[in-house]
Each structure stands twice: as C-alpha cells, then as structure tokens.
C-alpha cells in the first residue's frame, strides 16, 4: 500500500520521510526514477509507503497522559487516533493506535534544517520557555528574516552563531539543541551532568544567531528557488552545476565569513577569486552583503560582548587567535573548550576577514571559530549525536567560565 504525493515548495526527501514516519530507502525503493543527489521538484508526483499501525497494550497503572509523554505524541492526537477510548478510563489489556508524531526536535535529528524549520522551532521554543529572548536582527538578500534568540540574565555577554556557509546548516541545529537542552534544565532547576544552569542564567546572557544565512541554506538544500532573478546568474556563478550542496556563499555569491573588516583586501588578494563563486569571494568590499552587515551591527550594539563563537564544520579544530590582537587570555580559553569537546585547539596563520578575526580586532576580546564534525560537508546526520556532545561541552564550558589562578 502506498500513498500519492505531489511534492510541495520547501520538501525534501527527508522531510518527506520524516513527515510520513519511513525510511529513506523505502521511498527510494517505491520510486526508483528518484535520485537522493537531485532536488525534490515541486508539483512531481511520487508514492509514499504506507506505515502499519502502531498499536500499544495499555499496562497496569497507566494513565492515558502518561503514555502520550512516552511516545513523544500530543495528547489530543492521540485522543483523535483513538476516539472511542475514554482517557479517563483505561483498562490493562486495552489496545491504543499511536499516531505518527514528529516535532521540530525530530527535524534538527533526522532531516534538511532550513529557515522554515528554525523559524518554527524559534517560536515553539519561545512560546515553552517564556525567559527566553528572540529579536530579528536584520533580513537576508531575499527578505527572509536573520533571528537571534538569547537567554540568561547575567552580565557576562556571550555570543555563538552558525551557518555562515550555506551547507554547514547543521551547525544551526546543534546550536537550537544546545538551547532547548539549556532552557529545559533551567526550568526544572535540574543539573546537566555536572553543569549548573540556573548559576549559568544567573552568571551570562547568551544571544545565539543560529542561521546567518538562509537564503544560501534554503539554495543549498532546496536548489534554486523559483521566481528569483538569481536564478541565471546562480548557474553561471556555480562551478559543480546544478548541485549546489557545496555552495558557502549567500545568494549573490558572496562568501560571509570573508565579508568582515579585518585586513580585507589582503584577504581578496589572498584568495584571487574576483567574481561571485560557491566560496572564497568576499564581495566587491567588506560587509556590502545584508546578512553580514546585521551580523556586525547587533555585535556592535552595548553593551558588548565578552566572548564569541563562530559555529562552522569541518575538521574537529578550534581557532582563537588573531594577528597578536587577541587578548591574553585567548589561548586559556582555547585550551579549555579543548579539554571540554576533545578538539584540537589551533593557532592559524594566514587567513583574513572572517568573523572571529574582526571581533578579536575590534574589541580585542576572545573569539574562535569552532570546526565541528569531521567529514565532506554537508556533514551527515548520522554524526548528529555525537557533534551535539561537543558543541554542547564547548557552550557549557564558554558559559562556565574561566577558573581563576
């Protein structure tokens, strides 16, 4: 049994399978014409395989609440996929269909996460955990809204953002886990293996701005977005075709992290690339592109921040410093988020107007970029959990602090 579907704006095959609970290979085995390197094209018809029911034995002492926290599933949806049981009168023995359910926390896991799916998980979060803090600081090439959502009350700044390049969107992921992780331990006064969240709340405030670009995340994912005047200039600018999965760039083709005003011409001249590209052009001058420029400016606003974070994959590896700007204390901190997440922390040379090395010039505070993951981008979901450790042991320990002596 199988069910017809006509792909909408916005799918992917994943997205797909997530939505309808199966594998990715049952779907392919359904289609065979469906090819996993092509974009999902809207308006095409495809078969959905049909799941069997899942059907669960009600237990002695359970209540109907209780099994709908169990399973992950609203309890209203599983009222509706069982109207003839009465929630107040379950019986040992009794049989419950459980519903399909999935959430924004399955999305971040098991599928493409991209503006929509921020956006969504964004406001779902905000909406559980009233402490916490969302703004838009600025709009992207195609109008879609740059979100920075913070939480804490303390006077130690800190900032972390993600998804500079276009297919290193997982990084927004694992930072939105790291948060949801945050703010439920908060609530339920709860420690975190070893981590105190309510002395962390109390200590900080961290503003994360989780997707910096999403025009470029959406390219990447979704392929060229319809009715767009980008559309041509995209396939000249993209050297691998019609795939665009190792595209960095935004929209235009301009690469963010080289877009920031840290001996920016040296950078250019560095790279040699003078034309919008995939990656490694920085633009016709420093921060002319809309999503680095709201970047820059919320960094800017008071008061400042004390530490930043610049979220990227790949390579397991931790930059801190920045032509001898960067504060004595850099290399401490980068020897403990070294010892927190088991990256090696690196000293680099010869590499120009990125984020870190603009916030290190400017305020001479302590930046790093963090390589998570280790691979091709875009990195795999399968190395989800694991990358989620690290970045959740590398925030941990920027919120903890360093030990004095």
Not at 25 to 45: D, F, K, V, W
Not at 175 to 187: D, I, P, S, T, V
Not at 256 to 285: K, T, V
């Amino acid at each position: 049994m199988s069910i017809p579907y006509v792909i909408q704006k916005g799918d992917t095959y994943l997205r797909i399978c997530l939505r309808y609970g199966v594998h990715l290979q049952s779907l392919l085995n359904l289609n065979p014409h469906l090819r996993t390197n092509e974009y999902a094209i809207p308006g095409h018809l495809i078969h959905i395989p049909q799941r069997p029911p899942n059907v669960y034995l009600v237990q002695q002492q359970d209540t109907f609440y209780e099994i709908a926290s169990r399973f992950r599933v609203p309890a209203q949806w599983l009222a509706n996929a069982n109207p003839t049981v009465n929630p107040r009168q379950l019986t040992p023995g009794q049989s419950l269909i459980i519903p399909y359910w999935t959430d924004e926390r399955d999305v971040r896991r098991e599928a493409e996460y991209g503006p929509v799916q921020l956006f969504n998980d964004m406001n779902g979060l905000i909406d559980r955990y009233p402490f916490l803090k969302q703004e838009q600081i600025g709009t992207s090439v195609l109008g879609k809204p740059i979100m920075a959502i913070g939480i804490g009350n303390g006077p130690v700044r800190i900032h972390a953002n993600g998804a500079v390049h276009a297919n290193e969107w997982i990084t927004s992921a694992l930072l939105m886990e790291f948060l949801e992780q945050y703010a439920a331990h908060y609530e339920n006064c709860r420690s975190w293996r070893g981590f105190d969240a309510h002395a962390a709340y109390e200590r900080t405030t961290l503003w994360l701005v989780p997707m910096v670009n999403p025009d470029g995340v959406e390219l990447v994912q979704e392929g060229v977005p319809d009715r767009t005047h980008y559309a041509d200039p995209l396939s000249d600018w993209n050297w691998y075709g019609e795939d665009y999965r190792l595209w960095k760039a935004n929209i235009r083709g301009v690469d963010l992290n080289d877009q920031f005003p840290a001996h920016w011409e040296e950078e250019r001249d560095r790279r040699s690339i003078m034309n919008p590209a995939p990656l490694n052009y920085g633009g016709e001058a420093p921060l002319t592109e809309p999503e680095a420029i709201a970047l820059a400016d919320f960094i800017d606003r008071e008061p400042h921040f004390d530490l930043a974070l610049s979220f990227h994959t790949q390579g397991q590896e931790i930059y801190w410093n920045y032509r001898d700007y960067e504060p004595e204390e850099s290399e401490r901190w980068a020897k403990l988020l070294e010892q927190a997440s088991g990256y090696r922390a690196v000293k680099l040379f010869g590499s120009d107007a990125g984020f870190k090395d603009w916030f290190i010039q400017k305020y001479r505070k302590p930046g790093f970029t963090v390589e998570v993951g280790y691979g091709v981008n875009p990195l795999p979901l399968d190395q989800f959990e694991r990358m989620s450790v690290e970045v959740t042991s590398i925030l941990k320990a920027a919120l903890s602090g360093l030990q004095e002596g």
